[in-house]
């Protein structure tokens, strides 16, 4: 099989129908053989029947029914696990992502050998304040963290993969946003980028708010924790708590230094007490106690990971 079509989607039924007609056109247009994967995320608006129907029609739909609403994560993980084609294209269910661009995703994996393309939406029909110039905001971080220098947009629902790639990564949480990050990480560099069209949203209103950027920043530090430090933590909590322990160690030897010296001399001293400087020496030494606990609480939960010593093989002989 050419493609599979990874496509979740919550309360979309009146898009369905038009979108599935346009990939099946594109689809025979340039003689692919392919599969469509809808993850219905517990829709209540009879997205689901929509799909059971367009399945008698065209064999090439698939369909997934989740019991309630998960998430777009869960969504994809749940596709890919079932995709079967030699390259992977997601995109979202509302239109506003372009089938036509299926042709030159699926060649630039193909042919030029990409691992993963993701879309850039140059023109966005999006509100400015609430989610271009956030999304703006979010990226450059993002590409910051992740040192993927060449995307703008890491967010675009319309990516396309090696199959390889999106059955060695785990897609859970929210972390959709980072597939590109996780692909990295699973040893796949080779990411490029396409610009494609970006289109209004013609049924329907959007199902994220603001929130998303909010949890976003937050998953993306999750991911690149877990990915820097997730196998050895005590080289993150250990080496700050020794810093900490050394430093409000030193400052609390000056400190009482200094009381023995105004004693050895017979000259009056305040209260080692009296002094916040001994406060903050011995907060800094208790803190630097605790982080380095921390790391090896972290390190020794680390070494109960049944997969802390899978690692991701390419080829075997």
Not at 205 to 213: A, E, H, P
């Amino acid at each position: 099989m050419d493609i599979s079509l990874v496509i979740p989607l919550y309360n979309e039924v009146e898009s369905l129908p038009e979108l599935e007609a346009w990939i099946r056109r594109v689809m025979q247009a340039h003689g692919f053989s392919y599969e469509i994967i809808f993850v219905n995320d517990g829709s209540t608006d009879g997205s689901w029947e929509v799909i059971e129907e367009l399945s008698k029609h065209n064999p090439a739909v698939r369909g997934v029914k989740f019991r309630r609403n998960y998430g777009k994560s869960p969504g994809l993980q749940c596709g890919f696990e079932r995709a079967q084609g030699d390259v992977v294209i997601t995109m979202d269910a509302d239109l506003q992502d372009s089938p036509d661009e299926i042709p030159e995703l699926y060649r630039m994996i193909k042919e030029d050998g990409y691992d993963l393309v993701s879309g850039w939406k140059q023109k966005r029909y999006d509100p400015v304040l609430s989610k271009n110039l956030p999304s703006k905001l979010f990226n450059a971080t993002a590409r910051k963290l992740s040192g993927i220098k060449n995307l703008h947009d890491f967010n675009c629902g319309l990516k396309a993969y090696r199959c390889e790639v999106v059955k060695n990564i785990e897609i859970y949480n929210d972390m959709h946003r980072y597939i590109p990050y996780m692909a990295k990480n699973a040893g796949f560099h080779r990411i490029g980028e396409k610009a494609v069209q970006h289109q209004a949203r013609k049924y329907g209103s959007t199902k994220f708010g603001l929130n998303r950027f909010v949890n976003g920043y937050l998953d993306l530090m999750t991911l690149w924790f877990t990915s820097t430090f997730g196998r050895k933590p005590m080289h993150f909590f250990g080496l700050g708590g020794s810093l900490m322990f050394l430093l409000g160690f030193i400052a609390l030897g000056f400190i009482l230094l200094n009381k023995f010296v105004h004693i050895y001399n017979g000259t009056p001293a305040p209260l080692v007490t009296d002094r916040p400087y001994f406060f903050i020496a011995l907060t800094a030494m208790i803190i630097g106690v605790q982080l380095f606990l921390a790391g090896f609480i972290g390190e020794l939960l680390s070494r109960q990971d049944p997969e802390r010593n899978t690692y991701k093989i390419e080829k075997e002989i």
